[in-house]
């Protein structure tokens, strides 16, 4: 069962004969309706958890999954995204995030010191800020000054690494941020390679810019 790219779960029928190919098509209208269905229920209840766990999480790794975004993929005509964390009952500081507004694609990926709680509250710190200000309208350098700010101002010890990224659905341009992060990895015709931006160096007053060829903007510090 899926929608938008995102899996839901597993629909399984046994059925006395081999399905014909009508047969088939109204039991993949049914699975695409009870994927609504799962998707419109699972907001208020546990029952869809308790069958997709086999396994207890961790308290950070349960902190850090309610900081996921509600579908953890989604496709549409101009791109895929998909993300997963591993391993998955005793995560403690990794998080992702996207949103698709009218006209962009926006990401995240933010990894905060340590596996343990202490890890799994500064994620929530530094998600917080970011989508505060990304709902609020803010760029992408203003997105990542509010979080460097909020991460100065309340967090009390650890520092995050994370990267920001935009996708025009118009033109394919791209910027983004890259806060302590290894560079992205760029991967074109079977071919992988590293991205190199220009670099601007932050300062005291303003941690993070994003200036730099039209194609790829970049600031870099050494963490949140």
Known sequence: MTNRGDAIGLLELFLPAAPEAEVMRAIGETAHVLAYVVIANRSFTDVYQWGRRTIPLSLAAEIQHRLLPASLACEAAQFAVAGALEPTDRVGGDTFDYVIDRDTVQLSVTDAMGHDVDAALLATLLVGALRRAR??????????????????????????????????????????????????????????????????????????????????????????
């Open 135 to 224: 709902r609020a309208g803010a760029d992408l350098a203003e997105q990542a000054r509010q979080a460097d700010r909020a991460m100065r101002e309340h967090g009390r010890q650890g520092y995050v690494t994370g990267r920001l990224l935009r996708i025009s659905l118009i033109d394919g341009k791209t910027e983004f941020i890259n806060a302590g992060h290894p560079w992205p990895l760029w991967m074109r015709n079977g071919q992988v390679r590293e991205i190199k931006p220009k670099i601007d160096m932050p300062s005291a007053s303003m941690p993070f810019t994003a200036t730099g060829s039209s194609r790829w903007t970049c600031g870099q510090a050494t963490g949140w």
